[in-house]
Each structure stands twice: as C-alpha cells, then as structure tokens.
C-alpha cells in the first residue's frame, strides 16, 4: 500500500482538514424552475428541478403535501470504467437517502398534491458524487425559488492512513480506511444525511464529524454566494 | 391496520417516558434465534425478534471474481420484502425500502472485516467462491434492519463450506469446514420519536418514527453506519446513538457467540 499522507501533506498537496477547490454555479439550465452547478476538484455534478408540478404515477399523490421525486444517475462515461446506463441497486440507495435529506428541508405542506422533481447528474466522478449532487440539488431548489428551512449542504471526511483527513479523493477512495459521508443543515445544527463504511473508533468518529461539518460551513458560503451571483447579474442586465 | 390514533399514542406515551408495551426506551424485545433452519442452505438462521420474523439463508456458489478484486471472494446480500410479511408488500422488483435493508447489512458484515475474502479466492481471476446471503423477511412487525442484521451474522457464524470436487466442480455432501469469521458485526437502530432516541420499535411504534440511525459495530469500535428518515439529528444525539449502539452491540453478541 502506498503512502497516502507524507509529511502533514496529502497526494494533492492539500492539508488534512483541506477541500478540494470549489466551484458553483446557479442557474445552468434553463429548461428547468431551478438548477445548480456544482464542482468539488474533480467531481462535477449538475442538478435540475422541476415543479411544484403534477405528479406522476397517482398513487404517489400526497393529500396534505407534495412529494420529493429525486433520481441521482452517474453519467456512463463520468468514471474510468464505463458505468452501465440505468438505475443500479447503488443509485436506488442513493437516491434514496438524498431525497430523505431534501425531504426535510423544503415546505413540502406549502404544495399539497404536487410532485417536486429533482434530477442529478454526476458528469464527472472522483469520490463524494452524493455529496457534490446534493450540493448541486441544494442550490437547484433555491434557484427555483422553493421555500426552504435553509440550505442543505454536504461533504465527507474519512481516515486515511489512520489519520482523520476531510473530503477524500482520488487515490485516498480506493485506499483510504472509512468514508463519511453527510449532509448538515449549519442553521439547525442538525445532520440529514450520514453513511459510514469502514472501522473507525468513537473518538476519530468525532473528529471526522465535526471536521467534515466545519467542511460543510465553508460549502455553505459558496452556495450561499452562487445564488447571489446570479441574481446580481440579472440586476446589472438591467440597468444596461 | 395501523392508524393515526395508534401513531399519537405512541408519541404521548414516549413524551411519559413509556413505551406501549412497557418496555424501557433501550429494550429489545424477545429474541430468539434457530440457527441451521433449513438444512439445504450453507448456513441459515431464524429470527424471531417479538412478532418480527426473518429467514436469512447463506448459500455459497463458485464464481468468479471482480475485476478490480482478482484475489477475493465474493460476497452479495440480497433482501425480499415478498407479500407473504405484511399488506403493504408487493411482489415484483425490490424496492427502494428492499434494497436499502439489504446495503445496510451488506456494509456491516463487509466493513467488518469479519470474513477474510482472500482465503475464498481459488484460482486468481479464474475461480472464487461467492458467499449469497439473501434475507427473506416473514413477518414484518417492525425493526427489520436490526433482526436482518443479526439474522445474517447468525447464518454465516452457522456456515459449512462445500468442498471442491477433481475436477473442479462443487461438492456440497458431508460439509464440514466451518466458514471463517473474525468478528461478529451487530446493527443497532436507534429511532427517533418526539426527540427520544428508542430501541427495536414494533411497527405501531414504527409509524411515529421521525428518523433513525443505524450503527453496527464491532468490539469497541464501528464499521458502518446509515442514516434513514426525515428528521435531523445533531451531532450529540449521534454520539448518544453510537455510545447505545456499543453497549447494546456487545449484549446481543453475546446471544450469537
């Protein structure tokens, strides 16, 4: 096994409670209510919303709120080896605990009887893809202008060389000893979102914590700042 | 039938400190565990865990490996919610509730470490063995992860390796050889209602669950996790959650010892 961690300084040259760089971007597809662009070093991940809007099939029809449809899909050609197109029992797990997480933070009782649609794209994969789709979904929702208790935002930590290390990447996700990843809401202190694998003892599960949540303060701002940015441009349109 | 009188009973009797059955909020209920049920699979295990009732069956197949894991065995866990366990099951392709129970315990026995599946490698590349758990839930009174969990732990502790015939076909008459494992892996579910954080809830209690958190540990320390349900957790009911999960792991791992 090759040494992951030399002196302090990881194989990219980032520190151990370091993310990669960050890049986000609102309103990228203009077909769709809201959409989000997100980037975390290598990863990349596009999110459209569609809705409130009628739902399809029926039976998922919710009398007293609407309800959160959410596919994550990896590109097939968005990893080294070609990922089969179509929905795997990886994607349907996935899908499963993001929509549980977006669930939570929207006022679904605001839209009853209506489907919220949410679509991720993985383009480009390298570790983290729930976690910078969920980024991307985050910032989608608020672009289309759905009432939200506050932004959701995610990252992972792990332990890497028996060292607590934040936002795993490249050679670390095939070596590295746990993944964790989360999803946290900075305004409630609350998490929405949490998946571990890999032993870990009580105190490094701690430090993995509060370091992958400060990860999520820092997300937060870019978010934050990518809504901003498209509204300010819109503003300077204007006045041209 | 369960319906919302059921659920508001349940919360006014957690905001009492009560649970319906008068369990503490760190109770499990009656578990009992009949391993080597069915004497055609590898290894099995009933659980009955209260009314909850869960077959899982270990069968092991030859096969071939990964390619990005030429030198391991394989392991697969697969669950089926079949309509015979509940009204709201219905037959046809898992869905998301089935394949959801069957990663969470895929994680837990994998991330554990418990089997070493270098030693199921036969030919690198070529030939290794499979391990198939499939876990078939009977009856669903609630907690499924939990029972799933300690369903398929008691059925590969119970395994017995077939052996490998000349010319290199399965042979699975008078099995013997006991599969390896290292450690005993045990999934904790803390469910959280009304902001308590409850233990192996039936599924009258079920209803009322706002969100719960998976643990599975082994001795002193985790191997997965997973976080399920709407509501949120702060990081200090997390670690309430693990310290329950631990002591509670190293309790129910003394039943399969």
Known sequence: MSELIKDGRRLDGRKLDELREIEAKAGVIKRADGSGYFRLGNTIAVAAVYGPRELHPKHLVDPVKAYVKYRYNMAPFSTTERVKPGPSRRSTEISKVIKEAISSVLFLEEYPKTGIEVFIEVLQADASTRCVGLNAASIALADAGIPMRDLIVSCSAGKIDGKVVLDIAGEEDFEGEVDLPIAYVPRENKIYLLQMDGIISQEDFRKAIEMATKGCEIIYEKQKEAIKRKYEAFEEGVKK | ???????????????????????????????????????????????????????????????????????????????????????????????????????????????????????????????????????????????????????????????????????????????????????????????????????????????????????????????????????????????????????KGSELRKKLE
């Not at chain 2, 290894?43 to 069968?59: D, N, P």
């Not at chain 2, 030859?62 to 394989?74: I, K, M, R």
Request: glycine share 8%; hydrophobic share 35%.
């Open chain 2, 1 to 247: 039938m369960i319906t919302e009188i059921d659920m508001e009973y349940v919360k006014s009797m957690i905001k009492e400190g009560k649970r319906i059955d008068g369990r503490e909020f760190e109770e499990f209920r009656n578990l009992k565990i009949e391993s080597g049920f069915v004497k055609n699979a590898e290894g099995s295990a009933l659980v009955t865990l209260g009314e909850t009732q869960v077959l899982v069956g270990v069968k092991i197949e030859l096969g071939e490996p990964f390619p990005d894991t030429p030198n391991e065995g394989v392991l697969m866990v697969n669950s089926e919610l079949g309509p015979i366990a509940s009204p709201d099951f219905e037959s046809g392709p898992p869905n998301e509730q089935s394949v959801e129970l069957a990663r969470v315990v895929d994680r837990g026995i994998r991330e554990s470490k418990c089997m070493n599946m270098e030693k199921l490698c036969i030919e690198p590349g070529e030939k290794v063995w499979m391990v198939c758990i499939d876990i078939h839930v009977l009856n669903d009174d609630g907690n499924l992860i939990d029972a799933s969990s300690i369903g398929a732990i008691a059925a590969i502790l119970n395994t017995k390796m077939p052996k490998l015939n000349e010319d290199g076909t399965i042979n699975r008459e008078n099995r013997e050889e006991k599969l390896e494992i290292s450690q005993i892996p045990v999934a904790c579910t803390l469910h959280k209602i009304e902001g308590e954080l409850i233990l192996d809830p039936d599924l009258k209690e079920e209803s009322a669950v706002e969100g719960r958190l998976t643990v599975t540990t082994i001795d002193g320390q985790l191997c997965a996790m997973q976080k399920g349900g709407i509501c949120g957790f702060t990081p200090e009911e997390v670690y309430k959650a693990i310290d329950i999960s631990l002591k």
